[in-house]
């Protein structure tokens, strides 16, 4: 199948793909050692961005409303949200302690966390849960030794998701 160009010039399909193909190779950061290139192009190298990414165009494409819907923020405080009522729960049902449940719940705000650790352990390992789970415990263990480590009992992480 041929194209013809606005210009006029005809091509075929074959002169496309390698169009697409050179375009996108360099847009491909060759020399990162990201383990997940291996069966070809590295994943992270290829993740675009939106409009609501953009300081230009987020105020046409989004409202202040629905962008905090969206936010890190509230996504995390929803993570957090869960790890609380699971605790709560467990605690009264007698699976984690009284005093573990009453301390994960406490700490489990959004404004206590390290957002940009957040933000580089999830680059890091490729979600967010672990990291929001890790700093929760480490809070927890602030309060009193030991019972951080009731955080997200017996829970996996596509439970949360």
């Known amino acids: ?78 993570y957090l949200d869960f790890e609380a009522a699971l605790a709560v729960v467990q605690a009264r049902l007698g699976i984690i302690p009284v005093e573990a449940g009453e301390s994960i719940k406490e700490k489990c705000d959004v404004d206590q966390i390290d957002m940009d650790e957040l933000a580089a352990e999830t680059k890091r390992i490729g979600y967010p849960v672990l990291p929001v789970v890790k700093q929760l415990v480490k809070m927890v263990n602030a309060v009193e030794p030991g019972l951080g480590e009731w955080a997200h009992w017996g829970a996996t992480t596509q439970v949360r998701i």
């Open 1 to 78: 199948m041929c194209h013809v160009s606005r210009e006029g010039d005809i091509t075929d399909d074959e002169d496309i793909c390698l169009i697409c193909e050179a375009s996108l190779n360099s847009y491909i950061d060759h020399s990162s050692t990201d383990t997940r290139k291996h069966r070809g192009t590295s994943r992270r190298s290829l993740i675009m961005s939106s409009v609501t990414d953009s300081v230009v165009f987020r105020g046409i494409f989004s409202t202040p409303a629905s962008s905090a819907i969206w936010s890190d923020k509230k996504r995390t405080q929803y």
